[in-house]
Protein backbone atom coordinates (compact mmCIF):
# COMPACT_ATOMS: atom_id res chain seq x y z
CA UNK A 1 0.00 0.00 0.00
CA UNK A 2 2.30 2.33 1.37
CA UNK A 3 5.06 1.63 -1.59
CA UNK A 4 2.06 1.80 -4.31
CA UNK A 5 1.79 5.45 -3.12
CA UNK A 6 4.83 6.14 -2.74
CA UNK A 7 5.55 5.30 -7.40
CA UNK A 8 2.46 7.47 -7.66
CA UNK A 9 3.78 10.33 -6.11
CA UNK A 10 4.36 12.83 -8.84
CA UNK A 11 7.75 14.26 -8.32
CA UNK A 12 7.99 16.58 -11.37
CA UNK A 13 5.24 17.83 -13.26
CA UNK A 14 4.84 20.44 -15.94
CA UNK A 15 1.11 22.45 -16.07
CA UNK A 16 0.43 24.03 -18.86
CA UNK A 17 3.90 25.40 -19.98
CA UNK A 18 4.88 27.57 -22.38
CA UNK A 19 8.10 28.99 -23.77
CA UNK A 20 7.93 31.26 -26.81
CA UNK A 21 10.58 32.99 -28.84
CA UNK A 22 9.12 35.95 -30.54
CA UNK A 23 6.57 34.81 -32.13
CA UNK A 24 7.63 30.90 -32.30
CA UNK A 25 5.52 28.71 -29.71
CA UNK A 26 8.52 26.34 -28.94
CA UNK A 27 6.34 24.78 -26.14
CA UNK A 28 2.58 25.26 -25.66
CA UNK A 29 0.69 24.52 -22.66
CA UNK A 30 2.66 21.26 -21.89
CA UNK A 31 1.09 19.36 -19.45
CA UNK A 32 3.10 16.70 -17.90
CA UNK A 33 3.68 14.58 -14.83
CA UNK A 34 6.73 12.48 -14.05
CA UNK A 35 5.68 10.13 -11.03
CA UNK A 36 8.76 9.13 -8.92
CA UNK A 37 10.94 6.09 -9.88
CA UNK A 38 9.44 6.49 -13.20
CA UNK A 39 11.23 5.99 -16.64
CA UNK A 40 9.38 8.32 -19.20
CA UNK A 41 10.07 9.25 -22.49
CA UNK A 42 9.82 12.31 -24.63
CA UNK A 43 9.71 12.20 -27.78
CA UNK A 44 8.96 14.05 -31.06
CA UNK A 45 10.35 15.16 -34.42
CA UNK A 46 13.40 17.33 -34.38
CA UNK A 47 12.34 20.93 -33.56
CA UNK A 48 9.12 19.66 -31.69
CA UNK A 49 10.16 21.84 -28.54
CA UNK A 50 11.70 18.62 -26.52
CA UNK A 51 15.25 20.38 -25.67
CA UNK A 52 13.24 23.45 -24.91
CA UNK A 53 11.29 21.90 -22.08
CA UNK A 54 14.32 20.21 -20.82
CA UNK A 55 16.05 24.15 -20.87
CA UNK A 56 12.88 25.58 -18.82
CA UNK A 57 13.03 22.42 -16.16
CA UNK A 58 16.49 23.11 -15.55
CA UNK A 59 16.31 26.97 -15.49
CA UNK A 60 18.22 27.97 -18.24
CA UNK A 61 15.32 29.89 -19.93
CA UNK A 62 11.92 30.92 -18.05
CA UNK A 63 8.84 29.72 -18.33
CA UNK A 64 6.65 32.43 -20.83
CA UNK A 65 3.73 30.43 -19.01
CA UNK A 66 2.93 28.04 -17.23
CA UNK A 67 4.16 26.16 -14.11
CA UNK A 68 6.96 23.63 -13.17
CA UNK A 69 6.35 21.80 -9.80
CA UNK A 70 9.60 19.64 -8.44
CA UNK A 71 8.74 18.37 -4.84
CA UNK A 72 5.92 19.91 -4.07
CA UNK A 73 7.53 23.87 -5.16
CA UNK A 74 7.11 25.94 -7.94
CA UNK A 75 11.21 26.19 -9.57
CA UNK A 76 10.24 27.93 -12.75
CA UNK A 77 12.28 31.10 -13.15
CA UNK A 78 14.88 29.95 -10.27
CA UNK A 79 18.75 29.90 -11.41
CA UNK A 80 20.23 26.30 -12.63
CA UNK A 81 22.90 26.04 -10.22
CA UNK A 82 20.02 26.18 -7.70
CA UNK A 83 17.81 23.70 -9.49
CA UNK A 84 20.42 21.40 -9.77
CA UNK A 85 21.07 21.78 -5.91
CA UNK A 86 17.48 20.85 -5.09
CA UNK A 87 17.90 17.22 -7.23
CA UNK A 88 17.65 17.74 -10.97
CA UNK A 89 20.56 17.03 -13.07
CA UNK A 90 20.94 16.58 -16.85
CA UNK A 91 22.69 15.55 -19.68
CA UNK A 92 23.08 17.75 -22.91
CA UNK A 93 21.76 17.03 -26.79
CA UNK A 94 25.78 18.22 -27.32
CA UNK A 95 28.04 16.78 -24.97
CA UNK A 96 29.37 19.38 -22.22
CA UNK A 97 32.00 17.90 -20.57
CA UNK A 98 35.36 20.06 -19.57
CA UNK A 99 37.38 18.29 -22.43
CA UNK A 100 40.91 19.09 -20.91
CA UNK A 101 40.19 17.66 -17.81
CA UNK A 102 40.57 13.49 -17.08
CA UNK A 103 37.74 11.19 -17.19
CA UNK A 104 37.99 11.49 -12.59
CA UNK A 105 38.30 14.89 -12.35
CA UNK A 106 35.15 15.23 -14.67
CA UNK A 107 33.26 13.49 -12.08
CA UNK A 108 35.19 14.45 -9.00
CA UNK A 109 34.15 17.72 -9.49
CA UNK A 110 30.15 17.59 -9.72
CA UNK A 111 30.44 16.72 -6.15
CA UNK A 112 32.16 18.99 -5.04
CA UNK A 113 29.82 21.22 -3.48
CA UNK A 114 28.76 18.15 -1.66
CA UNK A 115 32.01 17.58 -0.20
CA UNK A 116 32.11 19.32 2.99
CA UNK A 117 35.12 21.32 3.77
CA UNK A 118 35.81 24.75 3.68
CA UNK A 119 38.61 27.00 1.51
CA UNK A 120 40.57 27.00 4.16
CA UNK A 121 41.29 23.41 4.70
CA UNK A 122 41.85 23.37 0.58
CA UNK A 123 44.49 26.33 1.20
CA UNK A 124 46.38 24.72 3.96
CA UNK A 125 45.96 20.88 2.53
CA UNK A 126 45.22 19.34 5.86
CA UNK A 127 44.36 16.22 7.21
CA UNK A 128 40.70 16.55 7.04
CA UNK A 129 41.16 17.89 3.22
CA UNK A 130 43.13 15.04 2.48
CA UNK A 131 40.45 12.77 3.53
CA UNK A 132 37.99 14.26 1.72
CA UNK A 133 39.79 14.15 -1.20
CA UNK A 134 40.46 10.39 -0.93
CA UNK A 135 36.62 10.13 -0.30
CA UNK A 136 36.08 11.93 -3.32
CA UNK A 137 38.33 10.42 -5.50
CA UNK A 138 36.81 6.71 -4.37
CA UNK A 139 33.10 8.11 -4.65
CA UNK A 140 33.96 9.14 -8.46
CA UNK A 141 35.85 5.72 -8.84
CA UNK A 142 32.29 4.32 -8.17
CA UNK A 143 30.29 5.94 -10.24
CA UNK A 144 33.07 5.36 -13.60
CA UNK A 145 32.65 1.65 -12.21
CA UNK A 146 29.31 1.61 -12.91
CA UNK A 147 29.53 3.56 -16.42
CA UNK A 148 31.98 0.84 -16.86
CA UNK A 149 35.08 3.51 -17.62
CA UNK A 150 37.14 2.44 -14.70
CA UNK A 151 40.07 1.64 -17.00
CA UNK A 152 39.84 5.27 -18.31
CA UNK A 153 40.43 7.48 -15.54
CA UNK A 154 43.22 9.01 -16.35
CA UNK A 155 42.64 9.77 -19.62
CA UNK A 156 41.82 13.41 -20.62
CA UNK A 157 37.93 13.43 -21.64
CA UNK A 158 38.51 14.80 -24.82
CA UNK A 159 40.15 11.97 -25.76
CA UNK A 160 37.83 9.18 -25.52
CA UNK A 161 35.88 7.76 -28.13
CA UNK A 162 32.27 9.32 -28.59
CA UNK A 163 29.83 6.73 -27.05
CA UNK A 164 32.63 6.64 -23.75
CA UNK A 165 31.85 10.49 -23.62
CA UNK A 166 28.53 10.28 -24.01
CA UNK A 167 28.68 8.19 -20.94
CA UNK A 168 31.09 10.30 -18.67
CA UNK A 169 28.78 12.95 -19.04
CA UNK A 170 25.87 10.70 -17.17
CA UNK A 171 28.04 9.42 -14.73
CA UNK A 172 29.16 13.38 -14.46
CA UNK A 173 24.82 14.14 -13.84
CA UNK A 174 24.67 11.30 -11.35
CA UNK A 175 27.30 12.69 -8.98
CA UNK A 176 25.83 15.74 -8.35
CA UNK A 177 23.12 13.22 -6.13
CA UNK A 178 20.25 13.88 -8.34
CA UNK A 179 16.44 12.87 -7.62
CA UNK A 180 15.51 13.48 -11.08
CA UNK A 181 17.90 12.94 -14.14
CA UNK A 182 16.84 14.65 -17.35
CA UNK A 183 18.91 12.95 -20.92
CA UNK A 184 18.98 14.29 -23.95
CA UNK A 185 19.04 12.21 -26.75
CA UNK A 186 21.75 10.54 -24.84
CA UNK A 187 22.21 7.91 -27.67
CA UNK A 188 22.40 10.46 -30.03
CA UNK A 189 25.63 9.02 -32.61
CA UNK A 190 25.49 5.54 -31.72
CA UNK A 191 25.03 2.44 -33.59
CA UNK A 192 22.16 0.32 -32.53
CA UNK A 193 23.67 -1.89 -30.20
CA UNK A 194 25.64 1.38 -28.42
CA UNK A 195 22.00 2.45 -28.20
CA UNK A 196 20.62 -0.83 -26.92
CA UNK A 197 23.58 -1.26 -24.65
CA UNK A 198 23.04 2.21 -23.24
CA UNK A 199 19.09 2.22 -22.66
CA UNK A 200 19.94 -1.06 -20.51
CA UNK A 201 22.60 1.44 -18.90
CA UNK A 202 19.81 3.90 -18.01
CA UNK A 203 17.30 0.92 -16.83
CA UNK A 204 20.27 -0.12 -14.44
CA UNK A 205 21.01 2.84 -12.73
CA UNK A 206 17.51 4.09 -12.59
CA UNK A 207 16.98 1.13 -10.32
CA UNK A 208 20.12 1.55 -8.34
CA UNK A 209 20.11 5.00 -7.58
CA UNK A 210 16.44 5.44 -6.89
CA UNK A 211 15.96 7.33 -10.07
CA UNK A 212 13.32 9.15 -11.98
CA UNK A 213 14.30 9.46 -15.49
CA UNK A 214 12.75 11.43 -18.51
CA UNK A 215 14.51 10.48 -21.89
CA UNK A 216 14.35 12.53 -24.57
CA UNK A 217 14.94 10.75 -28.11
CA UNK A 218 14.06 11.78 -31.39
CA UNK A 219 13.99 8.25 -33.14
CA UNK A 220 11.86 6.06 -32.12
CA UNK A 221 12.94 2.82 -31.63
CA UNK A 222 15.58 3.53 -28.66
CA UNK A 223 13.28 4.24 -26.13
CA UNK A 224 10.16 1.96 -27.12
CA UNK A 225 11.69 -0.74 -25.56
CA UNK A 226 12.21 0.54 -22.01
CA UNK A 227 10.05 3.51 -21.10
CA UNK A 228 7.07 3.12 -19.62
CA UNK A 229 5.00 6.16 -20.90
CA UNK A 230 6.01 8.24 -23.73
CA UNK A 231 4.82 11.75 -24.01
CA UNK A 232 5.04 12.74 -27.74
CA UNK A 233 5.46 16.46 -28.97
CA UNK A 234 5.50 17.77 -32.23
CA UNK A 235 5.16 21.63 -33.03
CA UNK A 236 5.62 22.38 -29.47
CA UNK A 237 2.85 20.67 -28.39
CA UNK A 238 1.61 17.30 -26.38
CA UNK A 239 0.21 15.17 -29.38
CA UNK A 240 0.23 11.67 -27.34
CA UNK A 241 0.94 9.93 -24.35
CA UNK A 242 0.65 6.39 -23.33
CA UNK A 243 2.87 3.00 -23.33
CA UNK A 244 4.74 2.61 -26.37
CA UNK A 245 2.04 0.35 -27.56
CA UNK A 246 -0.44 2.95 -27.52
CA UNK A 247 1.75 5.70 -29.04
CA UNK A 248 3.12 3.82 -32.18
CA UNK A 249 -0.40 3.09 -32.98
CA UNK A 250 -2.13 6.85 -32.75
CA UNK A 251 -3.02 8.44 -35.63
CA UNK A 252 -1.44 11.90 -34.59
CA UNK A 253 1.93 10.15 -33.73
CA UNK A 254 1.69 8.27 -36.98
CA UNK A 255 1.11 11.65 -39.29
CA UNK A 256 3.87 13.76 -37.09
CA UNK A 257 6.22 11.26 -38.00
CA UNK A 258 5.55 11.52 -41.76
CA UNK A 259 6.49 15.06 -41.34
CA UNK A 260 9.72 16.70 -42.24
CA UNK A 261 11.23 16.95 -38.99
CA UNK A 262 11.23 13.01 -38.50
CA UNK A 263 14.25 10.90 -39.12
CA UNK A 264 13.76 7.83 -41.47
CA UNK A 265 14.46 5.27 -39.20
CA UNK A 266 11.25 5.91 -37.31
CA UNK A 267 9.38 6.19 -39.89
CA UNK A 268 10.58 2.67 -40.99
CA UNK A 269 9.88 1.47 -37.19
CA UNK A 270 6.08 3.53 -37.77
CA UNK A 271 5.87 1.11 -41.00
CA UNK A 272 6.94 -2.29 -39.13
CA UNK A 273 4.57 -1.68 -36.46
CA UNK A 274 1.88 -1.28 -38.52
CA UNK A 275 1.93 -4.92 -40.29
P1 LIG B 1 13.82 19.59 -30.22
O1 LIG B 1 14.70 19.44 -29.06
O2 LIG B 1 12.51 18.88 -30.08
O3 LIG B 1 14.49 19.23 -31.51
P2 LIG B 1 13.96 22.41 -29.57
O4 LIG B 1 13.33 22.50 -28.24
O5 LIG B 1 15.43 22.46 -29.62
O6 LIG B 1 13.42 21.13 -30.36
O7 LIG B 1 13.41 23.59 -30.49
C1 LIG B 1 12.04 23.87 -30.63
C2 LIG B 1 11.89 25.10 -31.48
O8 LIG B 1 12.31 26.24 -30.74
C3 LIG B 1 12.72 25.07 -32.75
O9 LIG B 1 11.98 25.69 -33.77
C4 LIG B 1 13.95 25.89 -32.36
O10 LIG B 1 14.52 26.49 -33.48
C5 LIG B 1 13.34 26.93 -31.43
N1 LIG B 1 14.29 27.43 -30.42
C6 LIG B 1 14.88 26.73 -29.44
N2 LIG B 1 15.68 27.49 -28.68
C7 LIG B 1 15.59 28.75 -29.21
C8 LIG B 1 16.18 30.01 -28.89
N3 LIG B 1 17.02 30.16 -27.86
N4 LIG B 1 15.85 31.07 -29.67
C9 LIG B 1 14.99 30.94 -30.70
N5 LIG B 1 14.40 29.79 -31.05
C10 LIG B 1 14.69 28.70 -30.33
MG1 LIG C 1 16.65 18.71 -28.95
Known amino acids: MMADNKNKTPILELRKLCRYFGGLKAVHEVDLVLEA ?31 VIFDGQSIGGLNPYVINQMGIARTFQNIRLFPNLTVLDNVRIAYHPYAGYGMNDAVLHNGKFNQKERELTEKAQDFLRVFNLQDRQAEIAKNLPYGEQRRLEIARALASNPKVLLLDEPAAGMNPNEATNLMELIHFIRGKFDLTVLLIEHQMRVVMGICEKITVMDFGEVIARGTAQEVQRDKHVIEAYLGPGADELSKQYLKEKAK
Open 37 to 67: HALNGLIGPNGSGKTTIFNVITGIYEPTAGE
